[in-house]
Nanobody, 120 residues
Framework: QVQVVESGGGLVQAGGSLRLSCATSGSGFSISAMGWYRQVPGKQRELVAGISRFGQPVYVDSVKGRFTISSDNAKNPVYLQMNSLKTEDTAVYYC??????????????WGQGTQVTVSS
């Protein structure tokens, strides 16, 4: 069983910074990629930033230059450094982990989400 736990959300003023962390625990799997998504009520969940073991980090255009995803080859843990936050960054942020199980099955797991609120 794979557990994914996010931390680091909170309330911050516009222009401020937050760092989110995502830790994965369990056994019998290897991590292929990790990513941060966000969702606001009434909208679809969107990819904010992602990182894989062999590729370059990817970002949604709206956060390029402000957010940085980091890890050691997409291994535990993965961080999302969020700078110059804007009110439109307010959302619940979710960590998604793509794994390959010992059986060869590829699947993914979600964390419970962490609220990020940016005030004006």
């Amino acid at each position: 069983q794979v557990q994914v736990v996010e931390s680091g959300g909170g309330l911050v003023q516009a222009g401020g910074s937050l760092r989110l962390s995502c830790a994965t625990s369990g056994s019998g799997f290897s991590i292929s990629a990790m990513g941060w998504y966000r969702q606001v009520p009434g909208k679809q969940r969107e990819l904010v930033a992602g990182i894989s073991r062999f590729g370059q980090p990817v970002y949604v255009d709206s956060v390029k230059g402000r957010f940085t995803i980091s890890s050691d080859n997409a291994k535990n843990p993965v961080y999302l450094q969020m700078n110059s936050l804007k009110t439109e960054d307010t959302a619940v942020y979710y960590c998604n982990v793509d794994v390959r199980e010992l059986s060869g099955k590829e699947t993914h797991y979600w964390g419970q989400g962490t609220q990020v609120t940016v005030s004006s």
